[in-house]
T-cell receptor, first 110, second 111 residues
Framework: NAGVTQTPKFRILKIGQSMTLQCTQD?????MYWYRQDPGMGLKLIYY???????DKGEVPNGYNVSRSTTEDFPLRLELAAPSQTSVYFC?????????FGPGTRLTVT | QKEVEQNSGPLSVPEGAIASLNCTYS??????FFWYRQYSGKSPELIMF????GDKEDGRFTAQLNKASQYVSLLIRDSQPSDSATYLC???????????FGTGTRLKVLA
């Protein structure tokens, strides 16, 4: 099993550009999550999904959108990137009690 | 606003000593409690979870939960330099499958 994979690993965006962060898991988990982690901080929940077709907002959803058309994929869309969205983004899926995290995407908006 | 609080550290302990990491949470309805370890530049990995009051031991790690005091701790016995990392406390948001994370405590184990 590859577990949770994320692409790209790194990205630099200009202010106002848009992009999609990809997340895929091969563990057939229903619950998936997107977090952002700012330097020296914990994880903030952006969006989560309890299954295909069902998503809900987390603590910091503004400026982001998600979709969940399949169990495996949970992409995160950034529209009109802003410097405040510079962060490391982690995708995770839930198996039992344990969240399995992807390797992260480091995004810089300049 | 539901919160999880941790001392950011760094907490420095000598090799072989016991490291004690603490976490308090605001949501009395939280049911499950987690400790994640995160090495610099890496993703978090689960070390322990606990959901009943008392202690839970796994190797060199012991998680302690006191729901009345809304307090969770992690003890690391015989600390090793490889334990140097940031430790994140997380709790479940009551009635949901959402997780609330603390800001993490940076642990340094000195050889």
């Amino acid at each position: 099993n590859a577990g949770v994979t994320q692409t790209p690993k790194f990205r630099i965006l200009k202010i106002g550009q848009s992009m999609t962060l990809q997340c895929t898991q091969d563990m057939n988990h229903n619950y998936m999550y997107w977090y952002r982690q700012d330097p020296g901080m914990g994880l903030k929940l952006i969006y989560y999904s309890v299954g295909a077709g069902i998503t809900d907002k987390g603590e910091v959803p503004n400026g982001y959108n998600v979709s969940r058309s399949t169990t495996e994929d949970f992409p995160l869309r950034l529209e009109l990137a802003a410097p405040s969205q510079t962060s490391v983004y982690f995708c995770a899926s839930l198996g039992g009690y344990e969240q399995y995290f992807g390797p992260g995407t480091r995004l810089t908006v300049t | 606003q539901k919160e999880v609080e941790q001392n950011s550290g760094p907490l420095s302990v000598p090799e072989g000593a016991i490291a004690s990491l603490n976490c308090t949470y605001s949501d009395r309805g939280s049911q499950s409690f987690f400790w994640y370890r995160q090495y610099s530049g890496k993703s978090p990995e689960l070390i322990m979870f606990i959901y009943s009051n008392g202690d839970k031991e796994d190797g060199r790690f012991t998680a302690q939960l006191n729901k009345a005091s809304q307090y969770v701790s992690l003890l690391i016995r015989d600390s090793q330099p490889s334990d140097s990392a940031t430790y994140l406390c997380a709790v479940t948001d009551s009635g949901t499958y959402k997780y609330i994370f603390g800001t993490g405590t940076r642990l340094k184990v000195l050889a």
